[in-house]
């Protein structure tokens, strides 16, 4: 498919010249130095041609892989090194190849451990692959939002859509807490939520998909969330109008994240080729469930040791 967007529904879808000075003149005259400005110029002129001749191509989730690595994690990058100093570990147990349902805990008020969590998969991993993350339905029911979320790769979080890209060999990141993780209070921070009904195990059972369980240290300190206004929430249509030390008090600048330090540690994957005849009984999606809630919530624990200053550098 090229230029355009995909469709498909879910179940829900000169005036003059400057004289450089020496250390210019010094700086342009050594050869050794890369001409970085010209690359980036070159970069970004190649860019727009492509954009405009629409030599790119859009899946049919509506997934823009040309605009993601050109635009969007680069965007991203520098919250992820400089803002969040973000550490990895585990990586090496990300799959090079073939399918596996990335589950995380989710916190912070507003999900940018999402966002973080796609560029550690992409930056930090022998493979550089992409995730495709599962959102909630209110991230698709928000116009601009929805169209960034859908280029970048993600879909509604649906057991179908689920299933459809582990059967073409993708990586899924699935947050199974949802609102409920990153709408809780700072007092009950790194505390895991419930997981749902399991839903997402029952995805990766249909399609014998291993499970990556992944935990996520320093979100729960960008935006702590000191209160919640449930009757403006309501009338918004939200599901918890946040109060933080910093919003609504300081405006546009509360939302500015706080520079905690993060740490993303990739578990050792959960195979289930076995239980693909079980994919419908309870018990078995209940404890699998369980298992990977499990992991994470004690790798949290070890992270959190491993950080004794939710700031520190």
């Not at 890369?34 to 191509?57: C, H, K, M, Q, S």
């Amino acid at each position: 498919m090229r230029f355009g967007r995909s469709s498909r529904p879910c179940s829900m879808a000169s005036a003059g010249r400057v004289r450089p000075g020496p250390r210019w003149r010094v700086a342009m005259s050594d050869p050794g130095l890369p001409d970085v400005w010209d690359d980036r110029v070159a970069g970004a002129l190649a860019f727009l041609r492509e954009r405009l001749t629409g030599e790119y191509e859009i899946d049919e989730f509506g997934f823009d892989r040309h605009l993601t690595d050109s635009v969007f994690l680069p965007m991203l990058r520098p919250l992820y090194k400089q803002w969040f100093r973000t550490e990895v570990f585990g990586a090496e147990h990300m799959p090079k190849e073939g399918p596996a349902l990335v589950v995380a805990n989710h916190s912070g008020t507003l999900a940018l451990d999402a966002l973080m969590l796609s560029v550690a998969v992409h930056d930090e991993t022998a493979a550089r692959r992409h995730l495709r993350l599962l959102g909630a339905d209110l991230v698709f029911r928000m116009p601009f939002l929805s169209e960034v979320a859908r280029k970048s790769g993600a879909t509604l979080a649906c057991n179908p859509d689920a299933e459809r890209l582990l059967s073409e060999g993708e990586l899924v990141g699935v947050f199974p807490e949802g609102f409920k993780g990153i709408g809780k209070p700072f007092a009950e921070r790194y505390k895991l939520q419930r997981f749902g009904r399991g839903g997402f195990v029952s995805a990766a059972l249909r399609t014998g998909t291993p499970i990556v369980p992944v935990s996520i240290v320093g979100a729960e300190e960008i935006y702590p969330l000191i209160a919640n206004i449930r009757p403006l929430a309501r009338l918004l249509g939200a599901p918890y109008f946040p109060v933080t030390p910093t919003f609504p008090w300081l405006g546009p600048l509360g939302l500015i994240p706080l520079p905690s330090k993060w740490m993303i540690e990739f578990g050792e994957p959960i195979p289930t080729e076995e239980y693909v005849d079980s994919a419908d009984d309870p018990m078995v999606v209940f404890n699998l469930a369980d298992q990977v809630r499990e992991t994470i919530q004690q790798t949290l624990y070890k992270l959190l040791e491993r950080r004794p200053d939710a700031f520190s550098a």
